[in-house]
C-alpha cells in the first residue's frame, strides 16, 4: 500500500510534503521519496526507511522550490528495493515529470509487454512505469493530453500525483478505489494528500475529496478540473481502507474513519453478540470497532492488551525460542485486567490466522477463562488487486478454512465475523454498490478480473 | 529515570537482557547497556540510543556468558552523554565489577567531595559512581561485605544490580523507592527486573518483590538472602510510578498498575465531576485512568486523540510554524467524535502546563464546545529527588499558580486535580503511609532532605 | 573516469568483481555497482563512496551467480548523484540486460533527442543509456545483433561490459580510445578489465587486449570474438592513460605504463633540462618520471614531498585559513631535502594551475633555493569528449596563457613541458598516429568533434 | 603507539587540535579524541576509528574553548576498544583534568596493585590511568605538585600533555623515550605535537624539543618551565622512531627522520652489499633507505612495488583464497621493471616474517630473477616496553632464527640487516649512548627491566 502527498505555491514545499509524508506512515514503511520543482528543474531523494530517518536538514535544503510530490511505499505490484522507491522521475521528450502512485494497474503485463515489444525498457517492477512510457510514447501536443491518451489505454486503481517543472497534476480512476483529497493553505498553496490526517497536521484547509475519474491541473496558481475518462459502471471505493487501513482521525469517501469503525463494531455486537464480562480491542487498530461493540452490547471496555511504542524494529530471536515471540514485542497482556474473565476481544480482520492464534493463547495464558474473538469485517477470502498487499488466496485462511474450523484453529471459544451486509450499513451503503468489497465478496469490479475471478468459487465451498 | 534487568544461570544471558531491557524501554530511552560474564571476565556494550538498535547480532555475540546486567536510562543525576551510560564497570582491588542502578543518591555530592578530598577520580557524573568507590575503599573481606559498607554510607533511592566474574547480586534500599522483582525462569536461571513486564517477555516465573532493604547474592546457581541495613522509618515507595511511571500490564508494590491507575481515574470521577457528553484520554499513559473515569461517572468513553506510531524521532519544524507543532507530531485529534460535544479529558499529571495547553487547544480546534481537564494525580509541585526526572520548582506550574490560575492558562472550560487522600484510597493505602508522595506533598523520607524541604512553604501560597 | 570489469564463469563471480574493481578504484570514486546473474535473475548494488566501503559480507551474497559486471565511476557525462551509478539495468522485450561503460559518446545528444521524440524515457543522464535505447528498439533478432546496430549509430569513445540472464559480452569502441583487456583464470573463467592491474589481483592470466572495433561473447563458457564495426580512419588510443590516468604496474596498448612515464621523464629532461641539484616528484603520479628525468639528466633523485596515506577524505577548514590548505593535507615538504637547494620538481600535468603554484610555494617555504617545475607531457590545451573529465577551456591555464606566463603564475623559477613529439617518441609512435593527443594538440578524431574543433585557433595564440 | 598534540592560546583550538591529529595519524588508526577547555568545563569526544571521519563540524562546535589536547592511538599497554581510548579525562578533589599520553609505563603493573588496595576503581586497561590516580591522591597542594609526585613514582616512557580547566601541562620523561616539540603560532598560540609534521600542517612555527625531564605550563599565556624529575643515568631517546615510526618530514632529537632514514639505507650498502641490477622500495617506508642505498652503492633506484592508495579497509576473502592476498590488496609489482632483473629490496625491520616472505614471492613471481633483501636496521629480537606495539619474543622472527635461517623462510637469495654500530652512525650517535636500541639490544634502560632483561641470553644464541 502507498500513500500520496503534493503541494505547489509554497516556499517550503519539500518541508512541507516531508511533514505530510509522516503523517502518512501508516500507508507505507519500506521506503518514502520527494520530488521537488524550483520551475526549471526537478530534484529527487528516495531511501530505504522511514520518513523521519530519511529526510533530514540537509536533505530536504536539496529539494527547493515551490512544488513538489512524495510517496510513501510499501510494496504491492513489483518486489521491495530501491529502484521501486517512487516518485518515479525521467527525463523525456517535452522535458521532466515525476509520478506518485497510490493504487495497482491489472492490465499492467500486457501493456508492459507490448511496450517492450516496441523497444521501451524498464527500470522498476512498478506497475506506475507503464504509465510514464505510455505518457512519453503519446503523439498528443500538450502534457496533460498525453497523460489522459496514456490513463485511457490503464485498467485498475490508480490516485496519481505528477510534477513537471511547472504544474502539478492529481488524478483519480474512474472507480475511485483510492482516496484522494484537495486542500488549500491559508498562503494560498494547493495540496493533495492520500488522507485528510496529513492536511490536518500542516493546517490546511480542507477542500473536497477528488472525484472519481477528476484530472486537477494546478499551474500558476489556478486550479482547472475536468473528467476526460469514460465514467466507470461502478464506484469501487476500497471499503478496506475504513475497516483497516486508513488513520482513524481521517475523514475518507465522505464518511469518518473513527465513526465508521465504531459503528462496525456496533453492528458486530448485534450480529455476533456473545455472553462477556468485557470487551478488549486488538490494539490499536481494532479499538474504536471495540468501543462500539461494547457501547452497543453494554458490556464493559477495557484494555487487555499493551501495545509497545517500540515495534517496528528487528529483533534477534534467543535460540530458545519464547512462545509467541514476535506477538510479545508487540503486545502485552495485562493479566489484572483478564483473570477469570470471560473476554470478547475485537480486531479488524484474519489474514492467515496465525497472530489471532498467538493472541488468543496469550490472553488465556494470562487468565483470560474464555476468549470470543469477534472480526469487525466479513471473513477476508480473496486476494486484493487493487492496491491492498494481500497474500495469495492459498494463504488466506478463510478461502480455505469455515469459521468453526477458524475458530479451532485459533484456539478461541467462538469465533464471529460482521457480515456483509452490516458492513454495508457500517458505511451506510446497505447493497455496497459504491465500495469494492472484492476481498471479502471475490466480486472484482474491473473487466479483466471481473471475467476471471467473478465465476471462481470459493475454494473452501 | 532508568530500568535494571539482570540475569544469571543462562546460556543465553546477554540476549535475554536485551530482551528484558526492550520490555523496560519505557523507562529510558537516552542510552542503554549491557554487562555480561563469562565467569571469568566481563564485557561491556554502551550506547547512546534504544536498545533495539543498540544491540545487534554481532553485538550480543561480543558479549557471552552466563550472566549479564543490563540498564536503559534517562538521565537523572548526571547530565546527559555516553559518559554516565551504565552499567558502570570498573577494576578494583579484587576484581572486576559492573553495576546498574535505578534511584538517586541524595547524599551523592558530600560522599563525592570527601571521595574527591581521599584522591578518588570521578569519570562519569552518576552518583552511582560514589557506591563504587565506598566499595573498593572498604576494608571488608568479601564483595558482598564490602557493598553493604558502602550502602550503609548513602542515603536515598537505589535498586541494584552488581555483576561480578562468578555472582549476581541485587538490592533494594531501606525505604522500598523504586521497584525491584526477582523471577525465575524454567530452566533455573534467577532473573530480577525494575518491571514484572520483563520477566512476562522472557517468560520467567515472578517469585517476588525484593523486600526494602533486601541484598540478594546469587551464585553458583544459589539465591541467598539477608537484611543487613537498619530499617527505614517508614517505607516510600514511588506512588508516581503508579500514576505515570511503570508500565500498566506491570504488577507493582503488589498492585497492578493498570488496576491502580483506573482506581485514579474512578476517584477523580468523585472527586471533581463533569457535566459532559464523552470521557476521552491524553494517549497512552491517561487511557486507564480515562476508562475508570467513564466506568464511574457514566459518561460514554471515547478516543478522541490518537497517537501516532512513529513519535520519538526527531524533525525539521517549517519556518511558518505550525501550531502545536510538537503535539502534532504525536496526537491527531478526532473531529468526528469531539465535533460540538462537551469533554473531559484525562491525564495523568501537569508538569510545565505547555502541552495541556496544546492539547486543550487542539480539542476546541477540532470542535469540542467545552474541555474539562482531569488529572489523575495531585498537583505536582515539588521535583523527585529519588530518580524520576523533573525539572526544578520554578519551572512546576502547581508550584507557582492556583488551580484556575492553570485551568486559565491551559485554557480549559475546568480543571480538576485528584487528591492526595483519594491518590491514597486508589493504591490501597489511604494514609499513604507506605509510599512516598513528595512531588505531591513536599514530605520528603530521607532525613537529609526532609529537614530541609519539610519545613517550606509552597511557592504559590 | 571510469573503470569495469567483469567475469563470467566462476562460482564467486561478484566477489573477485569487487576485487578487481578495488583494483580500478584509481580510475573512479564517487560511486561503484555490481550486477550479477545466476543464470536466471540479474541482481544490482548500487551506491556513491568507496568498493571496499560498499561491497560488504551481506551486499555480496546478495549477488549470486556466475557471472557478474561492475564499475567504478567518476563523472564524465552526466552529473553525479546516485543515478547515474553503473552498471546501468533494465527490462526490455527480450529479458534483462546491464552495461558498464568507460568512455563518452560524442553524438548522444542528437540520439537523445531523436529518442525522446519517439517516447523513450531518460531515467539516467548517462550517455550509456542511449545504447540501452537503441539496442530495445533494434528489430534484431538476437541481443548481438540488436547490441550491433545500437553500436553502429553512436560515436565516440566506448569500452563496454554487457550482462545477460546467460552471456558476458565486451566491445571496444573501433578507435580503441579507452582500454579493454581480456584475461582467463586457472579455473577456466573469462575475465575482462580496463587494466592489467585488476587481472594480475585476481591472479588472472592476461590474454590479451581486445582490438579495436572487437566485439566478444561469451556464453556457456565459450568464446565468440567478431569485427562487426566499420574500422576507424585511425586508432586514438588515449595518450593520456599513459600520462597519468593509469596505474603505474598495467600494461596498457602494449607498452608498460611505469616504463613509458619513465621514458617521458627522460625524454623531458633532454629537451628540458635544468641546473639543479636535485630532482624530486608530485607524489605518486610524478614519480616514475622523476627518476626517468633523474636517470636522463644525472641529477640526483630524492624525495622532497611526502604524500599523506589520508588524503581523499573531507575536511573541516579552520576560520584563519592555512596558507595552501587543500595541498598541505595531502602533501608535506622534506626541509632537509629542500634546504638550500636547487630542485627540479616533475608532475605529470598542469590543469588549472592553483595546486602547481600551491606547491611550488609550498618548495620555496621548505627552503628550495630554485624551483624547477618539469611537466611530463603537453601543455593541455583542449578538453577531452572521450572520457577524461577536464575542465572547459577557459579553466585550462594553457589555453589561454603561454609557458612564461604559467611559469610566473605557478611561481616557478623556470616551466618546461614536454613537446608532443616528445610524447610520440615516449609511447613509441613519434608520430603519434596510433594515440589520441586531442588534450595537447586540439585534434579531434571523430567526424564530428573533428569538424567543430579542428579548425579552432588556439586561445592564446 | 601513539600521538599527541595540545594547543593553549586560540580560538580555534579543537579545530587545530584535529588537523594537527590528522597530521599524526600514522602513529595510530584504532581511536582518536580530544577534549577542549573553555576556560570551566571540558568537554570531550573519543571514537574508534580515524580522525577525520570523527571528528566532523558538529563535533568540533561541541568542543569549544581556547585549549584542547588530542590523542590518536593504536593499542600499547591494554587492549583495544572506546575504554581506552584517549585523552582520558576524570573529575577529582581539585576540579576537572584530562591526559594524554603518548609511551608506556613499565611499573604500571605494581603501582596498580598499590592503588588497587587503596580502594582505586580502575576504568581503562590504560597505565595512564595510573597517573591520574597517583595525582588525585597526591597531598601536595598545586596541580603540578600534584602531577610532579606522581610522575616521580612512574617509570618509563611518557611525553604526556595534560589539561586543566585553565592550563596546558606538557611533561617528557627523564630518558626521553618518546618525543615531544613545542611551537608557537603567529597569533602567540603555543602548541606542542609529538612531531614536527603536526607543527608544520597548522604553520606554527618549531620552537624547540621538550628536555628530557622538562615541564612546561602554560596559564594565561605565559609559559614557565622547570626540570623537576631526578635525571636519567642517560638518555634513551627511541631509535625506532627513526628507523620507521615517526613520519620521514619530521626533525626529530635533532635530526631529520628523512636524512637519517637515507643514511641508514647507505650504511647498510657499505655492510651488506649485493651485486644487482636496480634497488627498490618496499613502499611507503623503506623508500628513503632505498635512495640512499641506491646512492652509496652506485646501483640505479626504482619502482617495482606499487602501494595502493585505497589500503587500510577490510576486505571480504574470496573462498578460493588469491597467493598473498593481504599483501596484494596493499602492493602491486611493477612487471616490467623486475623482470629478468637482479633486485635489492630495501625494508625498514622484519617483524614476523610473514609479509616479508610474501613481498619475495611477488618479486620472483613478477619475474625477478634474483631478490636480495636488505633491512635498515638490526635484527628486531626484542619487544618494546616502552611504547612500540611489538609482539612477544616469541613471534619475533629473528629472536629465535638465525639471519641465514630467516633468509631460507623469506625465500630470499640474500638477506643482509644493518649493524648496530652502522644505525648509530646513522644517527650521529656510534655508540648510542643518547638512544634506547633494547628491540634491537636487549639492553632495557629502565631499572625494573635492566635487571630482569639485561641479563637473558638471546634465545637464538
Same mark, same amino acid.
Given at each position: ?10 516556499? /517550503?514545499a ?5 511533514? =505530510? ?30 520518513v523521519a ?6 536533505v530536504?535544503?536539496?529539494? %527547493? ?25 525521467? &527525463?523525456?521528450? *517535452? ?17 508492459k509487454a /507490448?511496450? #517492450?515489444?516496441? *523497444? ?7 506497475? $506506475? ?39 502539478l ?5 474512474? &472507480? ?23 492536511? +490536518? ?9 477528488? #472525484?472519481?475519474?477528476?484530472?486537477v ?6 486550479? !482547472? ?5 469514460? %465514467?466507470?459502471? !461502478? ?13 482513524? +482521525? ?19 455486537a448485534?450480529?455476533?453478540?456473545a #455472553? ?7 490494539? +490499536? ?16 471496555? +477495557?484494555v487487555?492488551?499493551? !501495545? ?20 510479545k ?24 490466522? $496465525? ?27 480473496? %486476494?486484493?488487486?487493487?492496491?491492498i498487499?494481500? %497474500?495469495? !488466496? ?27 451486509? =452490516?458492513? *454495508?450499513?457500517?458505511? #451506510? ?31 473452501s465451498?
Amino acid at each position: 500500500m502507498c500513500g500520496i502527498f503534493g503541494i505547489v505555491g509554497h516556499g /517550503e514545499a519539500s518541508n512541507l510534503t516531508y511533514l =505530510g509524508l509522516h503523517a502518512l506512515q501508516h500507508r507505507g514503511q519500506e521506503s518514502a521519496g520527494i520530488v521537488a520543482s524550483d520551475g526549471h528543474t526537478l530534484r529527487a531523494h528516495r531511501q530505504m526507511g522511514l520518513v523521519a530517518d530519511i529526510f533530514t536538514a540537509p536533505v530536504i535544503e536539496n529539494l %527547493p522550490g515551490q512544488a513538489a510530490i512524495g510517496h510513501v511505499r510499501y510494496s504491492t505490484a513489483g518486489g521491495s528495493g530501491i529502484k521501486n522507491a517512487q516518485p518515479l522521475f525521467v &527525463n523525456y521528450a *517535452g522535458g521532466q515529470f515525476s509520478i506518485a502512485h497510490n493504487g495497482n494497474l491489472v492490465n499492467a503485463t500486457e501493456l508492459k509487454a /507490448e511496450l #517492450e515489444a516496441e *523497444g521501451a525498457l524498464f527500470q522498476s517492477d512498478a506497475d $506506475t512505469e507503464v504509465v510514464m512510457h505510455l505518457l512519453a510514447r503519446s503523439k498528443q501536443p500538450t502534457f496533460e493530453a498525453r497523460l489522459v491518451e496514456a490513463l485511457r489505454r490503464v485498467e485498475g486503481a490508480y490516485s496519481i500525483l505528477l510534477l513537471t517543472e511547472d504544474k502539478l497534476i492529481a488524478v483519480r480512476d474512474p &472507480n475511485g478505489f483510492r482516496p484522494l483529497v484537495l486542500g488549500k493553505m491559508k498562503e494560498g498553496a494547493y495540496v493533495l494528500a492520500s488522507e485528510t490526517t496529513a492536511l +490536518d497536521l500542516i493546517e490546511a484547509e480542507i477542500v473536497r475529496e477528488l #472525484e472519481p475519474g477528476e484530472l486537477v491541473v494546478i499551474e500558476n496558481g489556478v486550479l !482547472r478540473t475536468s473528467m476526460p475518462f469514460k %465514467p466507470a459502471a !461502478r464506484l469501487g471505493r476500497c471499503i478496506f481502507e475504513h475497516v483497516y487501513f486508513a488513520k482513524p +482521525d481521517s475523514v475518507l469517501f465522505g464518511s469518518s474513519v473513527y465513526e465508521v469503525r465504531k459503528r462496525l463494531g456496533m453492528q458486530l455486537a448485534r450480529e455476533q453478540p456473545a #455472553e462477556a464480562d468485557l470487551v478488549i480491542a486488538v490494539p +490499536d487498530s481494532g479499538v474504536p470497532a471495540a468501543i462500539g461493540f461494547s457501547q452497543a452490547s453494554g458490556i464493559p471496555y +477495557d484494555v487487555g492488551l499493551i !501495545r509497545s511504542h517500540y515495534v517496528g524494529r528487528t529483533f534477534i530471536e534467543p535460540q530458545q525460542s519464547i512462545r509467541h515471540f514476535g506477538v510479545k514485542l508487540k503486545l502485552s497482556a495485562v493479566r489484572s485486567v483478564l483473570k477469570g474473565k470471560r473476554v470478547v476481544v475485537v480486531d479488524d480482520s484474519i489474514v492467515r490466522g $496465525t497472530t489471532s492464534r498467538k493472541i488468543v493463547k496469550m490472553l488465556k495464558a494470562a487468565g483470560a477463562v474464555e476468549v470470543h474473538l469477534r472480526i469487525s469485517s466479513p471473513p477476508t477470502q480473496w %486476494p486484493c488487486y487493487y492496491g491492498i498487499d494481500t %497474500p495469495s !488466496r492459498t494463504e488466506l485462511i478463510a478461502a480455505t478454512h469455515t469459521t468453526e474450523e477458524i475458530a479451532k484453529y485459533v484456539t478461541a471459544d467462538s469465533l464471529g465475523y460482521l457480515s456483509l451486509e =452490516g458492513l *454495508g450499513t457500517a458505511v #451506510e451503503d446497505p447493497k455496497r454498490s459504491t465500495y469494492c468489497t472484492a476481498c471479502f465478496s471475490g466480486q472484482y469490479l474491473t473487466d479483466k478480473l471481473s471475467q476471471s475471478a467473478g465465476g471462481a468459487t470459493k475454494l473452501s465451498a
